[in-house]
Nanobody, 130 residues
Framework: QLQLVDTGGRLVQAGGSLRLPCAAS????????MAWFRQFPGKGREVVAA???????????MYADSVKGRFTFPRDNAKNTVYLQMNSMKPEDTAVYYC????????????????????WGQGTQVTVSS
């Protein structure tokens, strides 16, 4: 059974940077499609970035328009960990962030809806002050 632990959330000033790790155990992450979601108070989870394998060492990656050019989604298979690197942060990035995984499948479609993922981290609070 795959287990995910996402950590690293904290208070950061606008314009600052933060990196959230998501560490996996129980299974090898290289076999899984991964994503980061965030949730605002009273709202559902929205995708921030989604990734799936393209070939041995390359992945398709998609970013939400609101974070494109500011966030990246590096993956370290040797550490069985993915990250959300957040730069030039804005107060509107304040949310609870979750990493998510689903067992990889054939094809190139990226999965962007929360109900398409089977495994979740517990969430980590990120707060950006103005």
């Amino acid at each position: 059974q795959l287990q995910l632990v996402d950590t690293g959330g904290r208070l950061v000033q606008a314009g600052g940077s933060l990196r959230l790790p998501c560490a996996a155990s129980g299974r090898t992450l290289s076999s899984y499609d991964m994503a980061w979601f965030r949730q605002f108070p009273g709202k559902g989870r929205e995708v921030v970035a989604a990734s799936r394998r393209r070939d041995t060492n390359a992945y398709y990656v998609m970013y939400a328009d609101s974070v494109k050019g500011r966030f990246t989604f590096p993956r370290d298979n040797a550490k069985n960990t993915v990250y959300l690197q957040m730069n030039s942060m804005k107060p509107e990035d304040t949310a609870v962030y979750y990493c998510a995984a689903r067992l990889g499948s054939d094809g190139s479609n990226l999965f962007l809806r929360a109900n398409e993922y089977d495994y979740w981290g517990q969430g980590t609070q990120v707060t950006v002050s103005s």
